[in-house]
């Protein structure tokens, strides 16, 4: 259940040569801290492991996009991809701080089932 930062390169070479997992892309400063410690707490509650690009790494471009790093899905979600294709995302700021554990719980559950278990 961990959350691993990735610097944008790292993010890129992860996406091309695995691709599969959960991928935390961070946009919203203010909130990034609330949403990392949501988003660890429902990976170890499901034992899984995921990474996170913030658009604030110093190594992120700011003149690219998070596509150029491999990462398609939405600024402040939490997505799952499978073998570098994203197969579903949830948005982070859609939700009341006192639901968004219980809903990214779901999430990561429904997608281990969906795209993670053979």
Known sequence: GELEELHPLEMKKFMKEDGTGFVMYSFDKNNRSVYMNEVKNALEKNEVD???LNSYDPQFDGTKSQSDY???????????????????????????????????????ETSKELYFEE
């Not at 700021?93 to 219980?102: A, C, G, H, M, R």
């Open 50 to 52: 995921g990474k996170e």
């Open 70 to 108: 491999g990462v398609t899905q939405k600024t402040d979600t939490l997505a799952a991809y499978k073998n570098g294709k994203l197969k579903q995302q949830i948005k982070l700021d859609e939700y009341d701080p006192s639901q968004l554990e219980t809903e990214l719980s779901h999430f990561i």
